[in-house]
């Protein structure tokens, strides 16, 4: 842990501006999409004294859920693991996969047997043929089907997931290959770790474009916003939270995040349902 980090609370002396990156899942919100009333009261707090909140997430734009985009709380919005960053509303960056690259994934993909979905800024699409296996993931009805769709976005089914417009990244179930093996079958334009939203005892996860992660995103928007990477912290729990707390100049790891994670974290919190968020913000002075 830094020898800084408690000095604040030590001292008593006002903060700098902070820039405050935030994972969602695990993080901000509960694995049921949930709010807790201390992580707002934090949130708006922070706010207030004049530090940014900014979103840090492998959601695409189109699964954050309207009251973080809308809500007017957030600075900035880091999306889709880093390929795309927004800085006050303003799209600042974006990259999306080539047509030629998501066609060779998906092809590697229906090989070793996974159920895919594509992640963009239009929506999340799957093979309509593989619609009854996503069912079965997500819970085996309609029902099931659209209540997993108000927590992690609207699927659309087609005929050509090779045809699907601005796709970021790729989330996959299933697969018959480990993590590792299918990173050495992709090579070095694909970056593949284990998703925070595992749905069954499989080989799951998600693809990202490599170097295009958390921490890339987080460059993006202090380059854009004119701020400096010596006053951010960032918060996690996740697979695709490394680089994001390496980056920052403080990393948080919360109470429910990867126990690698938590080595690597500067600072660990209680659970995200436990108050964590407002512990951290207060040990870290942010908040009183």
């Not at 859920?65 to 303003?90: D, N, T």
Request: proline letters at 3%.
């Amino acid at each position: 842990m830094k020898d800084d980090i408690p000095e604040y609370k030590r001292t008593g002396e006002k903060l700098d501006k902070k820039t405050v990156f935030l994972d969602i899942d695990g993080t901000l919100t509960n694995f049921r999409g949930e709010l807790p009333g201390s992580a707002e009261y934090a949130l708006r707090e922070a706010a207030r004294r004049g530090h940014d909140m900014v979103i840090c997430s492998g959601r695409t734009y189109t699964q954050i859920y309207p009251w973080i985009r809308e809500g007017g709380l957030f600075q900035g919005i880091v999306s889709g693991a880093g390929s795309m960053v927004r800085c006050h509303e303003k799209v600042v960056f974006r990259r999306y996969v080539e047509p030629e690259k998501t066609s060779l994934l998906l092809d590697y993909l229906d090989e070793i047997g996974s159920l895919y979905f594509l992640q963009g800024d239009s929506g999340i699409y799957c093979p309509r043929d593989r619609r009854e296996e996503a069912l079965q993931l997500f819970g085996g009805s309609e029902e099931a089907l659209e209540e997993k769709s108000k927590l992690l976005g609207r699927i659309t089914f087609t005929d050509d997931p090779k045809d699907s417009p601005e796709v970021n990244k790729f989330v996959f179930y299933g697969a018959g290959r480990t993590i590792r093996q299918m990173q050495e079958d992709l090579g070095d334009f694909f970056a593949v770790v284990e998703t925070s939203f595992k749905l069954a005892d499989t080989v799951d996860g998600e693809i990202t474009m490599k170097g295009y992660d958390k921490a890339f995103g987080m460059q993006k928007y202090l380059d854009a916003n004119g701020s400096r990477r010596e006053d951010t912290i960032a918060f996690g729990d996740g697979p695709n939270d490394f680089e994001m707390l390496n980056y920052a100049q403080i990393g948080v790891a919360m109470g429910n995040a990867l126990p690698a994670l938590k080595e690597t974290a500067d600072l660990v919190t209680d659970p995200v349902d436990e108050d964590g968020l407002l512990h951290a913000f207060q040990k870290l002075g942010l908040i009183g």
